[in-house]
C-alpha cells in the first residue's frame, strides 16, 4: 500500500517550497498531485524537483469536492505497481481545510494505496492575522500529523523563538501531540515527513480529530475564490508592479507566470504575492509560455473587480517600460534573488 500524504496550508504559506524540497530525496520515487483553485494550474510549472508520475486537479479546490471519486481515480492511477512509487503526495490548494481533506481521504476508495497523513504549512508571519484570528484555536490542527512552522526568515531573529513558542502553543491547545517543525524556505528534513508515512496504521487518528470530523460543516465555512486571467503578449512591468504593490479587492494571493515587455524585448517572469510579500524571479524552466497567466486569490473575492484589475495590468504594452519601471522591476528581481529578500523589503512586516 502506497502512503499518501498531504500537504495542506494557507495560500502561499510555502506548500509548493516543501514538496520541491521533498523531491529532492535521493531514492525515493515520488509521485504528485497537484491541487489549484485557479484554471490554470501554476503550481505544476513551479515544480522543480525530479516527480516520477504527476497529476492535476486544477480550477477548484480538492476539499470541496462532495466525495472522493474524481481524488481516488488520480490515486489508483498513481497506484499502478509498474510506477513503483513509493509515496504520493498530493499538494492541496491554499484554500482546503485540513478537516475536509482528511475526511475525504480516509473515506476514500481508493485501491493500492493507505492515508499517510497530513502536513500543515504555517505562514509565520501571516498566521496569526490569517488563520488563527479567533479565540479558539483553529480546528484545522486536530486533523494534521505535521505542521510546519515556514518563514521564520521572515521574522526578526530576536523574535523567531517568541513567535514559534506563541504558534506551537496554539497548535497544542487543539492538539497536543502533533510534530511542529520549523523552517525557513520549507527546507526540513525530508526524513521527517517521509517517516510519519512509515506505519502501517494512520498515525493522525487523535481522538479530538474523530470529534471535529463529525462536528464540521464545511457548508458554512468561509472559502477562498480564484480568478484567472492569461498574459498571452507581453504587458507592461509597471502596471503588472502597481497591481502586485497594491492587490485589488480581497486578494491575498497572486502568482503565477506573465510576460513583460523590457528593454531587451519579452522577457518572462514568475511572480508570487502573498499579503505583503512579493516575489519576483525568471519564469521557471518547466512552465510553458501558453500557459502564462495570472491567479488571484482570496477569501470572498469579488471576481468581477479583481478579474477587471487583472486584466488592465496584463493588457499587451503599447510601448517601452519607463527607465523608472525598469529600475523598479530590476529591483524586484534583485531584491528576491537574495536570501530573506522580502525582510529587508518590508523590514520584518
Ligand atoms: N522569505 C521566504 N519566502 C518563502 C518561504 N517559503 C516560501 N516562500 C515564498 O512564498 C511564496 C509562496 O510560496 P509557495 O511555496 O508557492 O506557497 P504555496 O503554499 O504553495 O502557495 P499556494 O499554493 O498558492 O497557496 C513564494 O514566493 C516562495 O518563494 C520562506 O520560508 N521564506
Redesign the pocket.
Known sequence: MIPVIVLT?Y????????LNCLLNRPGTRVGVIIN?IGKVNV?TG?ITGQIDAAESIAGGCVCCLSDSSPLDELLEKLAQPRLCLDAIIV?A??AADPLNVDRLLRFGKADGVRFGGIID?IDAVEHEHTVDTSAMAPARFNATSMVVV?????IAPEDRDMVLARISGRIREINPQVAIVP????AIDPELVFDIAMDEDPVNELPLAAASRTHHDHAHAAHANAVTVRCPEAADAGAVLDLLEHPPGAAY?I?GHVKLRTDRGTQRYLV?M?GR?I?FAEATAHSDPADDALVA?GMGLDETVVGAALATALEPARQDPSPRNLTRLERRLILSSNA????KDNEFA
Open positions: 496550508g495560500l502561499g504559506a510555502g506548500k509548493t517550497s516543501l489549484d503550481d513551479l499538494e490548494s491554499g504549512v515556514n518563514k521564520l526568515d521572515r523552517a525557513s524556505h520549507a494571493r502568482k508570487n502573498v510579500q516575489h486569490v530573506g529578500d522580502e525582510t
